[in-house]
């Protein structure tokens, strides 16, 4: 059976490191929302005994699993997507916490107060945490993944192991993300982070990665999403 992916159609968010995954490993899913719309996805919310608290959610038979670094931690050995020891597999799941860290900061500095207020209503504080993000977190979480890579026993092509993990896909999509919502910023930070830019390089060129980004099934990103463009949050 295809795995059931939940997630809003019209954005990349939190979904899309699902989404690679998936589509690197070449496994049969469907996109529910993208192809029943929304209605679905929100009774699922509401259905199962232990009810995800949102989207994204994936379904595997009788199985539903929320919070995407769960999805990876279910998903990764089941697609060759982590190593094969335990001590493999829970570093991989702390690499994927810890960038799950940086993209909720990524998506606070333009919504710092309330995710139910538009970003024209919290415009100065968010000038504020941007420019702390910028300063102080966006550096500090790509220098960390660069001392990881650095420090992997087996090389530094990947952030565990010898091979591709769920990690090193969760880490392209997240220098994407910085890219696009902060691209001065990132720029500066990437100059310092060589492996960490090579690590982006060879995730793109992966065959089902490339085709999947060259696909109308690769949402662009937009303001609607977690990484959003305000010129005037890059200082």
Known sequence: MAYELHYWPMIQGRGEFVRLALEEAGAAYVDVAREDGIDGMLAGLDGPPRPPFAPPYLRDGDLVIGQTAAILLYLGPRLGLVGESEADRIWTHQIQLT?????????????PIASRLYYEEQWTEAARRAEDFRTHRLPKFLLWLERVLAANPEGPRHLVGHR??????SLFQLVEGLAYAFPRATERVLADTPKVVALHRLV??????????????????????IFRRYPELDG
Not at 99 to 111: F, G, I, P
Not at 164 to 169: E, F, G, R, V
Request: aromatic residues 4%; hydrophobic residues 45%; charged residues 25%.
């Open 164 to 169: 591709l993990s769920t990690a090193d896909l």
């Open 99 to 111: 960038l799950a860290d940086a993209v909720a900061e990524a998506h606070d500095t333009h919504h």
């Open 204 to 225: 793109a060129a992966r065959p089902r990665i490339a085709a999947y980004l060259a696909s109308d099934r690769r949402v662009p990103f937009n303001e609607d999403g």
